[in-house]
Structure formats: C-alpha cells, structure tokens
C-alpha cells in the first residue's frame, strides 16, 4: 500500500469512528496541547525559573479541566469537522479565551510567579493558533480527494457564487478556480479565495485550468440579462448549469448547490410583467373556485396561482386519479389554510359537473380539461371531439345551471386557422361559449389563446434534454418550424387577470413576445451542455439534429387571431381580439350532426362537420385516426372476401353443395 493509499485508508478510518469516540480523541488532545500550550508560554516568556513545579502543574490540571469544559458548553465538540466553515473562527476565540482565564485567577496565587501578563497573552495565541489550526488541517485532511475534481469556473461574485465557492469546496464533483462577473468594481479582487475575471478572460481560463463547466451564480438577476450572458457562454465548449431561482432560495425549497440545467425561458430572455393585484385576485379573494383539469401541467399551475390569493376553496376536477393525488398533496402542504377538495370525475359528464359545483358554491370556473397533443387527436378524433368539445359544452352548462359567475375557457393559439382536429375542437369549443353569450347567460364566459408552455406536457424541451443526454440525435419536424413560448407560470396568472377582465363573450390573447425557431432552440441547448452539434460543417460534433418532417396535421407556424384585429386592454400583455358573432343555433345543429358522428365513430362525417361549422379549418388530405383506419381495413379485407356467385368457377370440391355453404 503505496502512502496515498494508506492516506485514503486513514480518512475512511476516522470518518467511520462513532462519535463518541471521535469526541473522546478531540478531548485528550485538547486537554494535551492546552497544557503544552501553557508551559511553552511560561518557557517562552523567561518565567520558567520563578515557577514551582508541583503549583504550575496543579493549575495546569486546573486550567485543562475549565477549558475543556467551556469548549463543551461552546459546542466545540459537537461541530463535525469535516463541514467546519470560517465563521467557527469566533467559538474558537471564545474557546482561546476560555482557557486563559484560569490563568488569570492563578496569577494572584503565592508562589506562581510565573504567571504573569505576558503569558497570559502568549498562551492565548498559542491555545488559538492550535484550536483553528488542528481543527482545520484536519478538516481539509478529510476532505482530500483520492481523485482529481473536475474544474469549474463560476459566473457571479456575489453572496450566492460565494457561498456556492464553499460548498463546492467542501465536496469530492466540482471544484471552484476562479469567478467572472461583469461588475469592474470587483474585477481583480479574490472572492472565498478566488480571483473574480472578467467574462474577456474566459478562453484565457479554459485553456490554463482544463474547464469544462460553468456555474451562473446570479440568481436574483433579470432574464433579459441572463440571456444575454447565456448568449455570451454559448461560444465556448462549456456545460452551463445555475444555482435555484432567488425565491426559492429565500423559501428554503432549494439550496444553493442543488445546480440545474439552464431553464429555456432564460435562453428565451423574457421578463414576466408583475401580476396586477386588483385582477390577480378579483375573481379569486374569499371566493370558491374550481379548476377542470387540475392535476394537467397548465391546470396544476392555475390551481398554484389560485391557491395563492386566499380563495375560500379550490375544488380540483381531474379524472386521472394519480394527478388529482400528486397535485392535492403539493396544495395542502404549501397552503395549510385553504380549503383544498379533490374530485375525481370527468367534464363531459354533465350531471356530475353540476353536482360539484352546487355543493361548493362555486362562483369561477377555470376550464383547462382538453387534449392537447395535436398527433394524438389526430390519430384519436372521436376521443378529441368528445373531451375538447362536449366537455366544453357539458362544463358550460353545468357552470350555467350552477349559477357560476364566470367561466374561463384555456384555448389556443391551434384554433385560429386551425389545420388539424385539436385546433378545429378547441375552435368549436370557442364558438359554444361565444353562442352561448349571444344566446343569452347570466354567467360571464371568455376564452384566453396562447401558445406553447414551457415545461408542460408534450412540449419539446424536456424531449429535446431527454435525446441530448442520451447522446442523439435531436429530432426537429421541419428546418422552418417555429413557436411561440411562455412560462407556465407567466400563462397561469395572465389567464387568472384576463378572467377577471371579462364582460361576457371575450376572446382574449396573450402576448407571447416574439417567435422561436425550434432548430435554434435545439442547438442552444446542445451547445450549453457543452456538446457540439453534428452537422455537413462539423462531422466530428456530438450530437446530430435530425428532421423528421412534418407530423400529420402540423403547421410550421401558428396565430392568433382570425380576424386579424385586437385592441388593448389594461394590462400591457393581454389583448381583447375584434371577431365576428357566432350563431348558437348554427353550433346546436353542429353539436347533434357531430355527436352521431361521434358515436358512430365516422371520422369522415367528424372531419367534414367540422370543415362546415369551422369556416377557417383546412384538414390535411387523408385521414390518420388508428381506430378508423384500422376498422376501414377490415372493411375492405371483408367485402374483397364476399365474391359474386356469377364470377365463381366450380370445382370439385363445391359440387353437390349449396351457395351459402
């Protein structure tokens, strides 16, 4: 066994003891190196020869007994060593102090002459020398690595990038060699031991320390200014991680060193406008609310926001039992003080809806229950029609015969000139509350358009993280392709403040900023995990962007608005869109012609029905759903089968048989 083996056996040898007997062996050696401690002063100070023996070691025993009790009560001997940090300087002191004052009542004693001032202070310096000393070399003793860390540079020399410095300091993955902040006025100076560049010096810090990861420690800062350092980063072949959102930190959800994957709306750089108060919480304040689809990513959020602003109680429709669980456990745990009541159920059962909103006097209604997944419906017509459009029309009624005051219908940006059946449902489930209000209803009803939500279900970031981690390719429908992005929890409180602007019939949208091309998400993200994309120009890149083309139905960019005209509202993201009105007669014929359909599952008549009620639908040629096709198949399988009997030719076997045999 070589000596850095035998090190690595020691280390693992001592972190193993009990604690008991860890604090034993820090007591002896207390008690060893006080008493060395006060006789090197004595020898020190020239007083050696005025001392009397048997005198100096009865108040050396003394001195040691009253130390190491004080070290006790100063808790010394309960801190672990190997996560001592600078600010144990202070006990220390108090401890150094401790074990002088014996010394100073001895002073006054006959015969112990040796004792003087001098000594006095040359045993404090001694006695802390040694507390900080022995404590940490034995801290960074333990803490030695076996094996070389993996350096990493730190953006943002702040409160948080130092105590994220000494955290990593202390632990076996990362290790902390320099800073970078934009700030001049701490450029050049050290920060938890290590000198803060500026972001110039970066190529300079890659090439002397081997880098290969940065850390951004600026967790209160704005996106805008996050995008732009992210814009600088991307350059280099660096994987970029950041500490936890300011917040969350303050809150105690997360730590400092719980690092993560760059979020996507940092690349984005939009900045949320503060929610309004007097909108956030009109419809909100004191009341019952409820929210269909509440254990769905945009649903669970409405449900977060609304618990927030002190609602009376927040009935939760889902009928998928294991989100309805994860969603109610998360509410009761944040907010103790409302009324949280879970209800399993679904929205095109309209006796059931009814039900729960009288028993709980609900007054708003947010409905986000729909599918959303434009494939899937497309592949699934009748279950997309029968949940988007007749969980709409059962929900409205309910909500109408309840006497809800206000319904709020999650749309999208899918429905205006929509070209697959998931934009033409939610369109149609537009139009019901929009005929419903011409109709005439007591209850205020608005729908809220927007687009893409980041982190929610189905969305291409985590499918984009999921294939880069797992080393390609990144798959993109089409080099062209664009969306609008928000956060999901931007959208939730944009939805809950257009909701309470509603007079009845509004079709609001939200400003969803400018337009993203996918591929260029694509690369950034493979680039701030510091990969390099594959391609004609880079054949020895990492990992292959790879287009798969247009899914059935899929458009390579999406709108708005149909009419083309919007007018502004008082809240600067949110606009009220300027569109014709909807016949609900013309919709209830619809309804009955598309619930045969439905039941019949035709997806011929399904699609044509919606062409004509929806004038802007324009569906693909051809038709995707599994169901229909695979029964069409059998279908002509079993007519190919049936041949007429003026076309057979008899054979031997067939003769003295019948034709139906």
């Known amino acids: 066994m070589n000596w850095v083996e035998r090190q690595a056996s020691l280390r693992a040898h001592l972190i193993g003891l009990p604690r008991p007997l860890k604090r034993l062996l820090m007591v002896a050696a207390d008690a060893g190196f006080i008493s060395a401690s006060m006789l090197l002063a004595v020898v020190v100070t020239a007083e050696v020869s005025r001392a009397r023996a048997p005198d100096l070691a009865l108040v050396v025993l003394f001195t040691v007994v009253l130390t190491i009790v004080a070290f006790w009560r100063l808790g010394l001997y309960r801190a672990v060593v190997r996560f001592l940090q600078s600010r144990a300087i202070v006990a220390l002191a108090l401890g150094a102090t401790a074990s002088v004052v014996p010394l100073s009542l001895a002073m006054f004693s006959p015969g112990l002459e040796a004792v003087t001032w001098r000594t006095l202070i040359v ?22 690595r ?3 860390a993996e350096n990493v540079i730190i953006y943002g020399a702040g409160a948080a990038g130092a105590r994220l410095a000494a955290m990593l300091g202390s632990g076996n993955e990362c290790l902390p060699v320099a800073f970078v902040d934009d700030s001049r006025a701490v450029q050049g100076n050290y920060v938890a031991g290590l000198k803060v560049y ?26 805008r200014r996050k995008k732009d350092i992210l814009r600088r980063l991307e ?15 303050i809150s105690g959800r997360a730590r400092v060193d719980d690092l993560k994957e760059v979020e996507v709306d940092d690349l984005l750089g939009r900045d949320p406008v503060p929610p309004q108060p007097e909108l956030i919480s009109a419809c909100i304040l004191n009341h019952s609310v409820m929210v269909t689809g509440a254990g769905g990513s945009i649903g669970s959020e409405l449900c977060r926001q609304v618990a927030e602003q002190r609602p009376a109680r927040v009935v939760l429709f889902e009928r998928s039992e294991p989100a309805l669980y994860r969603i109610e456990r998360e509410l009761h745990k944040l907010h103790r003080d409302v009324e949280i009541v879970p209800v399993l159920g679904s929205v095109d059962d309209e006796e059931s809806v009814r039900r729960t909103l009288e028993a709980f006097s609900v007054r708003t209604l947010y409905h986000a229950a729909a599918y959303k997944h434009v494939p899937l419906v497309e592949y699934n017509m009748s279950a997309g029609v029968q949940n988007n459009v007749f969980g709409t029309v059962a929900a409205a009624r309910a909500a109408d015969r309840a006497g809800v005051e206000r319904f709020v219908l999650i749309s999208t940006d899918k429905a205006v000139n ?13 139009m019901v509350l929009q005929g419903m209000h011409a109709r005439g209803t007591s209850m205020r009803t608005c729908m809220v358009r927007f687009g893409n939500v980041l982190a929610s279900s189905g969305s291409v970031v985590p499918l984009f993280r999921e ?31 257009a909701g309470a602007m509603s007079e009845g019939g509004d079709v609001f949208l939200l400003d969803m900023s400018e337009p993203v091309k996918i591929v260029d998400l694509a690369r950034k993200m493979i680039r701030l995990m510091g990969l390099e994309v594959r391609d004609d120009a880079n054949p020895q890149g990492d990992i292959e962007i790879k287009y798969t083309g247009l899914r059935p139905a899929e458009k390579l960019y999406e709108e708005l608005l149909i009419a083309g005209n919007a007018s502004g509202t008082q809240h600067p993201r949110i606009w009220r869109a300027q569109e014709g009105p909807v016949s609900w007669p013309e919709v209830e014929l619809a309804l009955q012609s598309l619930r045969a359909a439905v039941a019949q599952n035709d997806c011929t008549a399904i699609r044509e029905i919606l062409r004509r009620v929806v004038d ?25 089968s049936v041949v007429p009997i003026s076309s057979r030719r008899p054979g031997p076997n067939l003769e003295g048989h019948s034709s139906e045999a």
């Open 123 to 144: 045993h404090w310096a001694f006695a802390l020398l040694y507390l900080a000393g022995s404590r940490f070399i034995m801290r960074d003793f333990l803490h030695r």
């Open 146 to 148: 076996e094996r070389p």
């Open 198 to 223: 500026a972001p110039d010096a970066i190529p300079g810090l890659l090439e002397e320390f081997h880098v290969e990861r940065a850390l951004l420690a600026i967790p209160s800062t704005s996106r």
């Open 235 to 249: 350059q280099y072949p660096l994987h970029v991680q950041t500490v936890p959102d300011f917040n969350d930190l």
């Open 418 to 430: 929509p070209t697959n059946v998931m934009g033409a449902t939610k369109r149609l489930a537009e």
């Open 467 to 497: 294939q880069i981690r797992a080393g390609g390719p990144v798959t993109v429908t089409h080099p062209e392709i664009v969306r609008y992005f928000m956060t999901i929890r931007e959208a939730a409180q944009l939805v809950i403040q």
């Open 616 to 640: 802007e639908y324009m569906p693909p040629s051809g038709l995707v759903d599994f169901v229909w096709r695979a029964g069409a198949k059998q279908r002509s399988l079993r007519e190919a």
